[in-house]
């Protein structure tokens, strides 16, 4: 498994980006973004399988919101553009290891959790 630590994380105004960082003690093949608000399950957001030509998205964030990695650098991105209230939680970065596309795919079966960065979206 990965340690994982996420940063980033901040207070903006709906309309405006975040740029969210995960710095893994080794990279998977999948690695993705969760989030949880309060009184709500956890729900993947976007997971990222071997490169950025794999990527995959829960539907409210498609087209604002951009998972990509650095592999040489052990670095996983969200960039998160057009924020609204709504995307407002808790977002944690995992890891799926070994990794297979499917559950990748899904957000099944990740197996290592960062801590968690608090993104705030206010009106």
């Known amino acids: 498994q990965a340690d994982l630590v996420e940063s980033g994380g901040g207070s903006v105004q709906a309309g405006g980006s975040l740029r969210l960082s995960c710095t893994a003690s080794?990279?998977?093949?999948?690695m993705g973004w969760f989030r949880q608000a309060p009184g709500k399950e956890r729900e993947g957001v976007a997971s990222?399988?071997?490169?950025?030509?794999?990527?995959y998205y829960t539907d409210s964030v498609k087209g604002r919101f951009t998972i990509s990695r650095d592999n040489a650098r052990n670095i996983l991105y969200l960039q998160m553009n057009d924020l609204t209230v709504g995307d407002t939680a808790m977002y944690y970065c995992?890891?799926?290891?070994?990794?297979?596309?499917?559950?990748?795919?899904?957000?099944?079966?990740?197996?290592?959790w960062g801590q968690g960065t608090q993104v705030t979206v206010s009106s």
């Open positions: 990222l399988y071997v490169d950025d030509t794999n990527t």
């Open positions: 080794k990279i998977s093949f999948c």
């Open positions: 995992a890891a799926h290891v070994p990794g297979d596309r499917w559950s990748c795919s899904n957000f099944e079966g990740f197996n290592s």
